[in-house]
């Protein structure tokens, strides 16, 4: 654009060269010399005047058409203001001259609507990007070129963020590029972790980098006032292969560092590459355009067959959703295994308090009057027993008020002095007030103005001091921050409610519910009182000229462990002497913060539900003993004793898919126990009351951050709300992550997975999840939210894992010849390397990684295990699956063994699995979980667990034989055994093989009982016939019908298999 001001200026001096001849030729012409021109002549010479400009402007038109539009209209306004620059020259100097310059410019350039692009043009540039990448693929493959110069090894390294990671903003690559630079000039940590957890080594396990990129609304750490977002990308392997060259470049005292903007090197790398088409248009528009010209790019990741990433995925790698990954700190926090070590432990004395909730909702004076302390700002002006004198009439309310303020002032300031901590901090904030009040008044400020400053804030601003027991005089930055945000929250959700209540009744307000903005101007002239007089530090959220919505999101997750390490504080607290008369209230906190970690609910929600809130048929059964429900079902709904935040948030949570077996079974007898006091006395609805009182939200908040510090010390920033944010995490991973995420992040085993997404999404949508957003709206409803993307900004940390676990799984080639240029030769037979595995065992980089699958704490409360010596092997199988029972050795060896044989018989590919892998890491889990769930299929339904009675029909005399029979037969089952669908197979191919299976029935017959009887298909077998397979089924006979129950049978037989060491010896 400089180029282009440079060609105008010459212009407008042609021009005004001209106008000076204009008017010498026109006074020429008259026929006596007047002082003036005639009208007729000036008008002329007006005309010809604008046409040059005209033409001048229609030139600067066509000089600018490459530039954008905000460029265009700086530089139209250059060419103004030079010939303004000019006419007032040239009028100045006219002195007596008969003719002045009237024209000034100014060009109303008119806005166009911003187009729209079609979506044939979308698909053209992406189709563009497609042919970019495979250009880039080629030359990345073979090419020696750019390893020359630092500016073509960090313009190819941004591509590859941009095409392989779809990374494309211009701010997150420049804060990449910023870390990895100080990374090798410092030689510090990267920041990087795997995303799956360690066991996962036959598969590519993707390096992630963690870095944070400055924003001005939104974010999740401040440093030095500034507001930064912490975010995840995928460090591809270019990208790694790169970045460890360029720190050999470092280590051979050669130039590594970029001397160049990201753009400008950008350019250069591609300028390098060659001279195609498809090259050529990209660096055209990224001239034009910069980065826009990169606005479609993640095309080339939805377009490509290996990939999976789906729409919203894809809005998140372009930063065009709001969200937020942990800090480094936090994140490490949530897979740390030790709290036990703690720096600054909190072991101080827990206070409870209880409350019988009454159908009212709080105002804010209410509020107010909750605080047991007299509040004399907002009492009474005129007290008992005081007169007032008759004053004027015009200064009667002005005189009272200001005396009203003077008598409280004094009144405060002799009664802080014996004041206690709590009423201090009151007492000090109502004379912070009253001093700003004054000081507003002798700024000359009407007394009707200041009523309505210190009414913007004054009552809440009270309320919290003593709600969050704040010391002003103590009060850090971030304390100040957390205080002004949430009055000016408070502000902002009155305002939004007002709207959507103006707009039910038809109304706009002309005052258009604006309290946040007057609220956020009294609080920043306040705030800048308080720093003047009171020392007070400067806020970032105080800092803008104008209110503008800053969201500073919280985030922290609470990982299965730590949960775990909650409720067992949880329950070494009720234990304790001080809390005995409150261990009734501490049982119902427990599934409280089971129905939060699992669900998701907020603290009003799960505190305040009510019997009625509970959809279960089965409660209405006269006998429940041993029923097991089929469902539970909590309606979130507005209540007597509590309104909803929003309508979105009228839910209905179904508890069957979210807790596991045994969670599920706590939560009934709960509830069946609730719901038969509630039959007694029905004004005790609440569901977590104890004879009609509950905790108070208050001391719930308390108690759960009390136990926090007691594990990670104090300052840690976890709340109940923060079981909230792991809820939702946890189902986005479990509703949305592959199976390896699953496995890494949570502790929900894989096939209850997918039992969640059938339910949710429909067993056809899920043959199809890959690619429907509807998912994304499920995920937003089950936390009460409207929009995903509501969902997304406030409590989803993962979305940046969740994607690249869709699009890391693309071959990044190399040529064997490059790579041996650039490091030590390499031993391969293929000319061509695939750097997902040559990187991954390499390891360049220092990274974090999970080195196991998460479970829960081994060690919970009573309420929700049982102890290990009353529980039956099945149980103990079960418990240790589901992470209940994790230090059991034992049962840790019978899920080994389980998982080895229900993969040997069930999946084909491993029927020769030998037995010296039984404790081999890679097994799948899947084949035991499948064969698990066909026999809960099959159970009774009067049986909880799918156990069989094996026994012998015959006297005990002949129990040692039919023992050694039956070891036999469990031994051939275990070496030759196929499960097929519902049938067991043996391979007769030899004589010796038929006596096997004479063994085996011999074995096994015994041990049915009189209600099950094994059926044969092709026995005895033909060794002549080209079919040789014997075909066993297990049949249950029940009256005259009969039903093959063959995967029940062998579930139990492998419950006794697992159990019997001599079968396992090598």
């Known amino acids: 654009m400089q180029k282009i001001k440079e060609l105008i200026k010459p212009q407008l001096d042609d021009l005004f060269v001209d106008i000076h001849k204009m008017v010498k030729k026109s006074l020429d012409r008259q026929p006596s010399p007047p002082e003036v021109l005639t009208k007729e002549m000036q008008q002329k010479l007006d005309q ?21 539009r905000d460029e265009q209209s700086k530089l139209m306004q250059f060419t103004e203001d030079e010939f303004n620059k000019r006419r007032k020259q040239f009028n100045q100097n006219v002195d007596k001259k008969s003719y002045r310059i009237k024209l000034n410019p100014h060009t109303k350039r008119i806005v166009l609507p911003r187009k729209i692009e079609s979506t ?51 701010q997150h690559l420049i804060a990449i590029q910023k870390q990895l630079q100080e990374a090798i000039e410092l030689g510090t940590d990267l920041n990087c972790f795997r995303l799956y957890h360690s066991d996962y080594k036959k598969i590519t396990n993707p390096l992630l980098l963690h870095y944070r990129v400055e924003n001005s609304q939104y974010g999740n750490d401040v440093e030095q006032g500034k507001l930064y977002q912490w975010k995840h990308v995928f460090f591809n392997p270019y990208a790694q292969f790169i970045l460890q060259y360029l720190k050999k470049l470092k280590a051979t005292q050669k130039e590594f560092c970029l001397q160049h903007s990201v753009e400008d090197c950008i350019l250069e790398s591609l300028s390098k590459i060659g001279r195609k088409k498809s090259l050529g248009d990209l660096q055209y528009q990224i001239k034009r355009r910069g980065f826009r010209a990169f606005n479609d790019v993640q095309m080339v990741l939805e377009f490509n067959p290996n990939l999976s990433i789906d729409i919203f995925l894809s809005n998140v790698l372009q930063q065009e959703i709001n969200t937020v990954a942990l800090r480094p ?74 005396r009203f303020w003077q008598e409280t002032r004094r009144v405060l300031e002799e009664k802080i002095v014996d004041a206690n901590t709590e009423e201090k901090s009151l007492i000090d904030a ?43 005089k103590q009060q850090s930055i971030d304390d100040y921050e957390d205080l002004y945000r949430q009055l000016l929250k408070y502000s902002s959700e009155r305002d939004e409610k007002a709207v959507q209540r103006d707009s039910v009744k038809g109304k706009t307000s002309r005052k258009m519910h604006q309290s946040a903005e007057y609220r956020f101007g009294r609080l920043k002239d306040f705030h800048q009182f308080c720093i003047e007089n009171y020392d007070a530090p400067g806020v970032l959220v105080l800092q803008n000229s104008s209110f503008k919505h800053l969201q500073i999101c919280n985030a922290r997750l609470v990982s299965p462990l730590l949960f775990g390490k909650l409720l067992e504080k949880l329950e070494n607290l009720s234990q304790e002497p001080t809390a005995s008369e409150w261990v009734d209230h501490l049982s119902c906190l427990k599934l409280m913060y089971l129905l939060s970690y699992r669900t998701g609910l907020r603290l009003n929600e799960v505190r305040c539900l009510k019997i009625q809130d509970i959809i279960c048929p089965e409660l209405l059964y006269k006998e429940k003993e041993n029923t097991v429900f089929n469902n539970i079902t909590l309606h979130i709904q507005d209540n007597s004793y509590r309104r909803l935040k929003t309508r979105s948030a009228n839910r209905q949570i179904p508890l069957k898919i979210a807790l596991s077996e045994h969670e599920f079974l706590v939560v009934q007898r709960y509830i069946q126990h609730r719901y038969e006091q509630y039959l007694v006395n029905q004004q005790d609805d609440l569901l977590f009351s104890v004879n009609h009182r509950v905790l108070t939200d208050q001391c719930i908040s308390k108690i759960t951050v009390d136990l926090f510090s007691q594990i990670l010390g104090m300052h840690h920033g976890f709340s109940f709300h923060t079981l909230r944010h792991s809820a939702a995490n946890y189902l986005a991973i479990t509703l949305l992550g592959s199976k390896e995420m699953i496995k890494t992040y949570t502790d929900c085993p894989w096939v209850k997975a997918k039992k969640m997404r059938d339910l949710l999404f429909g067993m056809k949508a899920r043959a199809q999840e890959e690619i429907i957003q509807h998912k994304w709206q499920v995920l937003a409803s089950w936390m009460g939210h409207s929009s995903i993307e509501q969902t997304a900004s406030n409590y989803l940390h993962v979305l940046d894992l969740l994607a690249v676990d869709r699009i890391y799984n693309s071959p990044c080639i190399i040529s064997k010849k490059v790579l041996e240029q650039c490091f030590s030769p390499v031993k391969s037979s293929t000319d061509y390397i695939n750097l997902n595995r040559y990187t991954q065992q390499q390891k360049w980089f220092n990274s974090y990684q999970q080195t196991q699958p998460v479970t829960m704490a081994g060690r919970q409360e009573k309420k929700f295990s049982i102890e290990k ?13 589901e992470g209940r029972l994790s230090e059991d050795t034992q049962a840790q060896e019978w899920m080994q063994r389980c998982q080895w044989m229900s993969t040997k018989w069930m999946d084909r590919q491993k029927f020769n699995l030998k037995t010296n892998y039984v404790y081999s890491k890679n097994l799948e889990e899947s084949w035991f979980d499948e064969l698990y769930e066909k026999a809960k299929k099959l159970t009774r339904p009067d049986e909880i667990i799918p156990l069989l009675d094996f026994h012998y029909k015959d006297d005990r005399q002949q129990d040692a034989l039919k023992e050694k029979n039956m070891v036999k037969a469990l031994k051939i089952l275990l070496l030759f055994g196929k499960l097929r669908k519902n049938f067991l197979h043996f391979q007769c191919r030899m004589k010796g093989d038929e006596q096997q299976i004479v063994n085996f029935i011999t074995g096994i017959e015994p041990m049915l009982g009189d209600h099950l009887y094994l059926e044969k298909q092709n026995y005895p077998v033909n060794l002549d016939a080209p079919e040789r397979t014997v075909k066993f089924s297990f049949q249950r006979v029940v009256g005259s019908n009969k039903k093959n129950v063959t995967p029940l049978v062998i579930f139990n037989l492998m419950l006794k298999m697992m159990q019997k060491d001599e079968l396992w010896l090598k």
């Not at 043009?121 to 020359?148: A, C, M, P, T």
């Not at 010596?869 to 699956?881: A, G, H, K, Y």
């Open 48 to 68: 010809q005047i604008a046409e040059k400009w005209h033409d001048i402007k229609d030139s600067v038109d066509c000089l600018s058409q490459k530039l954008s």
């Open 120 to 170: 044939e043009s979308r698909l053209e540039q992406g189709h563009l990007h497609i042919h970019v990448l495979k250009e880039l693929r080629q030359y990345w493959q073979d090419s020696f070129e750019y390893w020359n110069e630092p500016k073509y090894l960090w313009g190819n390294l941004c591509l590859s963020f941009i095409y392989i990671s779809g990374c494309a903003d211009e």
């Open 329 to 402: 700190s936090e994140f490490r926090l949530l897979w740390n295994n030790d709290y036990n070590q703690v720096t600054e432990p909190d072991n101080r004395p827990i206070h409870f308090e209880q409350e019988q909730l009454l159908p009212e909702v709080p105002t804010v004076q209410s509020k107010l009057q909750t605080i047991p302390y007299e509040l004399m700002l907002f009492g009474q002006k005129k007290r008992k027993g005081q007169k007032v004198e008759r004053l004027d009439k015009k200064r009667n309310k002005e005189e009272r008020t200001l």
């Open 430 to 472: 109502q004379l912070r007030l009253i001093h700003w009040l004054m000081h507003l008044k002798k700024r000359g400020l009407q007394l009707s103005t200041i009523e309505s400053y210190l009414g913007s804030f004054g009552k809440e601003f009270i309320f919290e001091i003593w709600l969050n027991k704040l010391d002003l």
């Open 869 to 881: 010596s009353t529980l039956t092997p099945f149980q103990r199988l079960i418990s240790f699956r």
